[in-house]
């Protein structure tokens, strides 16, 4: 069975360009949620959808992030402008919803922001 | 409000010898407990889940973990560690009705030949 797709596995771009990821959840998963991980700051939940509606976006660092989710099987990550304190890797994972369910995580993408 | 804590953010143990990583979680309610690994390059997946059912919880790789109600643990252990087990290892825990996991900030694991 397919895990949950992450594109693109690397981004490097420039300051102040706008940065878009993508995310195919597990096929049946009704929960989504993006996810940042730091050195410095270890992993954090950025917001989480439920039958693709935003159910939390508390953890958005700034109005310069904002996720979409259109439909059950893709979302977005967009950031725009880019800044290099954005530099992360960001994971995208997928549940069946309730709190006793694994969450199942992408490979991530590695974006660094020069 | 529920979290965890990750005792030892860095844990080195010989190749062969017992690995144990600790996790002590805050809940108000029953929790549901989980063990991830991440390794490099990669995204974290399931070791194991605690869901109420039976307190000694076995996963994979011969990794297994106790529910220790008494003692709001949830350590994890594995009786002989090999070197492909080096790897980032995280605790979450959630609870029935919400999605959220909380993770601890996770803990190394390096394996000494």
């Known amino acids: 069975d397919a895990g949950v797709i992450q594109s693109p596995r690397h981004e490097v771009t420039e300051m102040g360009q706008e940065v878009t990821l993508r995310c195919k959840p597990i096929s049946g998963h009704n929960s989504l949620f993006w996810y940042r991980q730091t050195m410095m700051r270890g992993l954090e939940l950025l917001i989480y959808?439920?039958?693709?509606?935003?159910?939390?976006d508390s953890g958005m660092p700034e109005d310069r992030f904002s996720a979409k989710m259109p439909n059950a099987s893709f979302s977005t990550l967009k950031i725009q402008p880019s800044e290099p304190r954005d530099s992360a890797v960001y994971f995208c994972?997928?549940?069946?919803?309730?709190?006793?369910?694994?969450?199942?995580f992408g490979d991530g993408t590695r974006l660094s922001i020069l | 409000a529920q979290s965890v804590t990750q005792l030892g953010s860095h844990v080195s143990v010989s190749e062969g010898a017992l690995v144990l990583l600790r996790c002590n979680y805050s809940s108000s309610v029953p929790p549901y407990l989980f063990w991830y690994v991440q390794y490099p390059n990669q995204g974290l997946q399931l070791l194991l889940k605690?869901?109420?059912?039976?307190?000694l919880v076995k996963g994979i790789n011969g990794f297994e973990a106790e529910f220790k109600k008494s003692e709001t643990s949830f350590h994890l252990t594995k009786p002989s560690a090999h070197m492909s087990d080096a790897a980032e290892y995280f605790c979450a825990v959630s609870e029935l009705g919400v999605n959220q996991f909380y993770f601890g900030t996770g803990t190394s694991l390096t394996v000494i030949p």
């Open positions: 994972a997928s549940s069946l919803g309730a709190g006793n369910q694994p969450q199942h």
């Open positions: 959808f439920n039958n693709n509606v935003p159910i939390d």
């Open positions: 605690y869901t109420s059912a039976a307190t």
